[in-house]
């Protein structure tokens, strides 16, 4: 079993929708977690970090849920340049985790 | 403030040969990280450098190796090149602040034939 699992999609949604992304971590010592976003062919940039709490960027929203170990992305009113891929990220003292990514495309 | 920069871009390398990679942190980082990132999959955690110190590893050979300097810009050190080391090779940099997420180069594409 991987250490940080994603779902790989690919996820297709229409302008306007609505998506959600989850990834699900194995360590329960993790410490921080972030979600990536990666274009084609271009390196990983960072999107946002995760909190317990739950955090707010616009139309991009970021959940932890620690006791059952997974994050998750929400994002709403979905635009053309929302198509990427979207890496989930956990950190433990000094070694970080990437998921394999989950795929989406958003269409007219 | 100058973001990560790597080099080369591209290289191409033959079986059994040796490589060095090169990274520049962003201004004020002071820990460096390097990923191994093959076609469709994420990028897999090759180690991480704070302050000269390698203190993160990931599950590559002693083949893959590193430095970090003084000025916080690094160096991947891959010996005996295989076929399956043909990848995109990352470098990340980030603050001592945790809550911060790393700041990636644009990568080198190595291609070993």
């Known amino acids: 079993r991987k250490e940080v699992e994603q779902d790989p999609g690919p996820f297709n949604v229409p302008e306007g929708a609505t998506v959600a992304f989850n990834c699900t971590y194995s360590n329960s010592a993790s410490q921080s977690f972030f979600w990536y976003r990666q274009d084609c062919r271009k390196e990983p940039k960072l999107l946002m970090s995760?909190?317990?709490s739950g955090n707010e960027d616009g139309r991009f929203t970021a959940q932890l849920n620690r006791a059952s170990q997974y994050i998750s992305l929400l994002i709403r009113d979905s635009k053309l340049s929302d198509s990427a891929t979207y890496l989930c990220v956990v950190n433990n003292a000094g070694k970080s985790t990437f998921g394999d990514g989950t795929t989406l495309t958003v269409k007219p | 403030e100058t973001g990560v920069t790597q080099s080369p871009t591209h290289l191409i390398k033959t079986r059994g040969q040796q490589v060095t990679l090169r990274c520049s942190s962003q201004s004020g980082h002071n820990t460096v990280s390097w990923y191994q990132q093959a076609l469709g999959q994420g990028p897999q955690f090759i180690f991480q450098?704070?302050?000269?110190?390698?203190?993160g590893r990931g599950n590559f050979p002693p083949r893959f190796s590193g430095l970090q300097f003084p000025n916080y810009s690094s160096e991947l050190n891959v010996n005996a090149l295989e076929l399956d080391d043909s990848a995109l090779y990352l470098c990340?940099?980030?603050?001592?602040?945790?809550?911060?997420?790393?700041?990636f180069g644009s990568g080198t594409r190595l291609t070993v034939v």
């Open positions: 450098y704070y302050r000269e110190e390698e203190n």
């Open positions: 995760v909190y317990s």
């Open positions: 990340a940099s980030r603050s001592d602040r945790r809550v911060y997420g790393y700041t």
